[in-house]
């Protein structure tokens, strides 16, 4: 059985002050709409819990209501970071979940081949990623003004979601990142933490993530396209 963790417990708070992303207007949907659709779709997935706020059930409730999603469904609340939000969903999915598929709340275009393709990896190996090769010319710099050095970009990917885990991995890799009090914002840093290997999986179609105001027009460009 695979479960997917939605999380959409974030604050948005590059996209200003009383503004909630995740409820932002896209092709007549609320972004997390989006997000929440791919995954009832996705034949690979047997359940969905969504992350919110404390305070959002109701909004989510109503939500559900509207979509009429064809799978079960249930809500976690959020915690104080990220990884603790994602910590709260492994809480809540079914016992009889093997891998569980994480998404971002606020990256709603992502492709069905994503998601299926992710999932198996992760079957496969423990840990899979979607993730796109960097085609940039990329540099780095320590202060912020001036190039210190020039990166190859042949070895870096820009790792996205869902990243999907057996759920014992992932389990023993936040437990990890509990334990030494640390602070990740990507899941497959934790696994980096117990030397879990992480399968990049190619994601050919775009796979972008809501931030600020500016990536809707884009956004709603794609979902029309879908």
């Not at 409820?23 to 972004?31: D, H, K, N, T």
């Not at 081949?113 to 840990?127: M, Q, W």
């Not at 990507?186 to 105001?213: M, W, Y």
Request: proline content about 6%.
């Amino acid at each position: 059985m695979t479960s997917a963790i939605i999380v959409a417990a974030g604050r948005g708070t590059r996209m200003g002050p009383g503004i909630d992303k995740l409820f932002l207007e896209a092709c007549g949907r609320p972004v997390v709409a989006h997000t929440w659709c791919a995954f009832d779709a996705a034949p690979d997935v047997n359940e969905v819990v969504l992350v919110v706020r404390d305070g959002m059930q109701t909004a989510f409730e109503e939500l559900a209501a509207s979509l009429a999603p064809r799978k079960p469904f249930r809500l976690a609340v959020g915690g104080k970071e990220r990884q603790d939000s994602v910590w709260n969903g492994l809480l809540t999915v079914s016992p009889s979940a093997a891998v569980v598929a994480i998404q971002d709340g606020a990256r709603p275009c992502t492709a069905p081949d994503a998601i299926r393709n992710t999932i198996l990896a992760a079957r496969e190996t423990g840990a899979a990623v979607a993730a796109q090769r960097v085609t940039d010319t990329i540099k780095e710099s320590v202060d912020g003004a001036t190039i210190a050095r020039h990166l190859d970009r042949s070895c870096l990917w820009a790792v996205q979601t869902p990243q999907a885990f057996r759920v014992e991995v992932i389990r023993r890799a936040l437990e990890a990142v509990r334990e030494k009090g640390m602070n990740v914002t990507d899941d497959t840093a934790a696994c980096e933490l117990i030397g879990q290997p992480v399968r990049l999986v190619e994601s050919a179609a775009p796979n972008p993530k809501v931030t600020v105001p500016e990536d809707l027009p884009y956004i709603e460009l794609l979902l029309r396209g879908a």
